[in-house]
């Protein structure tokens, strides 16, 4: 069975707050191939930063620049006011006071967990007790003469968060630290994480392609593709304000709904759509599926149920409007209409972004 001891941070072991961490254009090329476009980032001591994006789109490579494991070609690094990176400035990484924590946790096997904690450690500071407050930090007291093969998958990814912790970092970073962990053991260790990260002040930035995780963990999130920032805002802002079509389906699930502007509505299949912003014209209208009401249709109503998943906390009914458009519906509970119905699909009123039809 999984530790499932709380990661909590007390007073004998909190660490100093977390730096600033300051990313200005930054670009990064591999031969002719720009892997980073004009980056810029700004984390305040303290925030939890996630960078979201598909597979290839940069994440890790701003990641590993931030650590100093990559040379950047373009633009500076700052940690906590201090240059670490720009065109003639590359501070190794061991001197930045920024720690990582690998997708892979990247542990000894042949060591020890405090041996695998105290590594990086100058001799001073394993003998004044770091390693066993750094354990202690995240639950694992007394598993110090433990070896990693022994311990579960949660507990060995805490052994890296202590590893990274133990130096006493300004920033740090972590590089999809829960995709090796089962659903249920992630969902636990995540909420344990961002309880002591918060806890001890520290800055941190996590890379992941998992909507929810960012979501859930971050502050504010980077949305990246192809190399470039997208977006950068709190996650409502991107939920209920994204910046493109794109990111609306990016980030969540999303029903455009063609209509025609005229300034503060839209005129749909689905009747006036309340705009969050004017605009006129062709135009695809955001409609996330808790803003649609689905009921069965007292006369021809506009749409037919094509198909209803139930998840036990909520429903997602999927409607084939006339116009050919499909919409999706969440709704709680249990359905009230069954599928094949003729049902009546509106809005619940609530203001809609609209994007240019492309």
């Known amino acids: ?81 201090r240059l670490v990176a720009g065109r003639s400035q590359h501070e190794r990484p061991e001197r930045r006071r920024v720690g990582m924590v690998f997708q892979d946790w990247a542990l000894f096997p042949h060591l020890s967990v405090a041996d695998n904690v105290a590594y990086g450690l100058a001799r001073e500071e394993r003998r004044s007790g770091r390693v066993e407050s750094s354990l202690e930090m995240v639950g694992l007291a007394g598993a110090g003469d433990r070896m990693p093969s022994t311990l579960s998958g949660g507990q060995q990814q805490r052994v890296a968060l202590a590893r990274a912790l133990a130096p006493r970092p300004s920033v740090l970073l972590l590089d999809e630290p829960f995709s090796n962990l089962d659903t249920g053991l992630r969902v636990q260790v995540r909420a344990e994480v961002h309880r002591l990260l918060t806890g001890l002040g520290i800055t941190a930035v996590f890379v992941t392609h998992d909507q929810e995780e960012a979501f859930v963990l971050g502050d504010r999130v980077a949305v990246m593709r192809d190399g470039a920032l997208e977006q950068f805002g709190t996650p409502a802002e991107l939920y209920e304000e994204p910046a493109s079509a794109w990111i609306a389906s990016f980030v969540g699930d999303a029903n455009f709904i063609p209509g025609h502007g005229s300034g503060a509505t839209a005129e ?22 808790e803003h649609l009401r689905v009921a069965a249709a007292e006369g021809a109503g506009n749409g037919t149920v094509s198909n209803i998943e139930y998840f036990g906390h909520d429903h997602m009914i999927r409607v084939d409007l006339v116009d050919g458009t499909r919409v999706a519906c969440r709704a709680p509970g249990w359905p009230a209409v069954e599928r094949g119905q003729t049902v009546t699909v509106g809005c619940d009123g609530s203001a809609s972004a609209a994007f240019e039809t492309a």
Request: glycine residues 14%; contains cysteine.
């Open 1 to 81: 069975m999984p530790n499932t001891e709380v990661i909590a941070a007390s007073s004998d072991t909190a660490t100093p707050s977390g730096g600033r961490l300051i990313v200005d254009g930054v670009g990064v090329s591999f031969g002719s191939l720009d892997v980073l476009s004009d980056i810029s980032i700004d984390v305040a001591p303290g925030e939890i930063v996630a960078l979201l994006g598909p597979s290839g789109c940069g994440k890790t490579t701003l990641l590993r620049s931030v650590a100093g494991l990559e040379h950047i070609d373009r633009g500076t690094i700052s940690v906590n006011g």
């Open 268 to 289: 749909t299949a689905l009747g006036a759509v309340p705009l969050s912003r004017p605009t006129h014209g062709r135009v695809d209208v955001l409609v996330r599926p």
